[in-house]
């Protein structure tokens, strides 16, 4: 790759752009291959876990017979002839049962045996998947014109304010759709837009700003949002400011607040999801503590899906969002105090685990759609915050594993210095360990199963 000169004559360009974009088929008709080989190899496990189930069911059948041969003593003092066919039935059936046994111990090690082959599949697809993720070609291929307009050479990504001199002059560059209220309005105003020049759908936030100290906490959320590029956080596509308005012009995601998919009844959450989800919002964290960023108002609102199909997900709302300082106290009035940690609640110091106290709240919420510190008053509340009185006690988390309850024991933890960091808990079993991951997957496959068949 690092012989390719991209800067140089637009034919030698194209021809590496060519070459690449082979090579990238190439790969991805060998993941397709390998996909399709995993699946092949997944459901023939699944026939031998039925196999194996069958004989298991067998052998109980034949345990069974076994018990109702066996006449009462009586019956044989009065007739030997059916005491010696009972005993040949008997030394004829556990011959048979030591060959099932013996069969279905060998399945058993197969099934092993490919299991490992499905993990190790496993690993290579998602090596793959991440470094054709993470490949700069890929970038500069199908990011779409929002991405490389926001990357553009001028402003290196950076969005300067533009002035809005008359009322109603952003209808020169967006339409906006005013009917259109994106997440129910919990974060003020955000519609659906759509740019004049491009007709790129993008999402438009209305901040009312009308003296100079609110409309430096909007450029606060500017600033930092211009700092921030990562595929788990939402893009700032441009800004304007006129006499009262802030407008936020942001890349437009159509799937939902997470915060929905907890609440919905007909949606099923399965543990996988949650990892899913969670793992997302736990490598958006990771690049903003990176970038010495604090969100500091993660909650399931703050997540938005980014369409209904897959779980993907995008941090958004940096309102509150700022630079970590060693030793700044947060002197803000919150909104909603289910999610907040202590330390905010003691207006003591902030730090990076602040927001992984909110991951704890959240991970709890998606397993469990319950709210580990609501009280009954929002008093209560604070004090069950304070008093760290949270437990796993409810029915709901009869079936969550070790591994996640480890996770948020890891979390919820009133001294932020005891908490995981980010890089922890990415490296944490819950989030990393492939074999609990397909463990959990076998699970949502009998599960759904189980809903079928029911
Ligand atoms: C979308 C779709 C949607 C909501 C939003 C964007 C809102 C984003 C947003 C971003 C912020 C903020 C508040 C809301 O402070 O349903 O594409 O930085």
Redesign the pocket.
Known sequence: MSSLVINASGDCKNAGFDLIQDRIETLSSKMDKLIHIQEKVLSRLDGMSQEIDDIEQDMEHLMVDKEEIHLPPKMMNQTQVVGREVREICHEMSTIMSVVNRRSEQQAQKLEGMEKLVLSMQQVISFIGETVKSSKVIERMFKGPAARKAKSKDNKGKQTIKKLEKPNQIRNFYTINWQEV??GGR?GQ?HKCVENSSGLTL?A?IIKARNQKEKDMVKN?IQV?NNLDHANL?QLYAAYESRNDII?V????GGGELFDRIIDENYKLMELDAVVFIKQICEGLQYMHKMSVLHLDLKPENI?CVNRITNRIKI????LARIYKPREKLKVNFGTPEFLAPEIVNYDFVSFNTDMWSLGVITYMLLSGLCPFLGDDDNETLNNILACQWNFEEQEFIDTSEEAKDFIRRLLVVNRSWRMGACEAMRHPWLSDPVLHHRLHTKVKYHCHFYITE
């Open positions: 994106l997440g974060f955000v999402a936030k959320e949002m939402i936020l942001l890349e437009y995601v938005l958004i709302d940096f309102g």
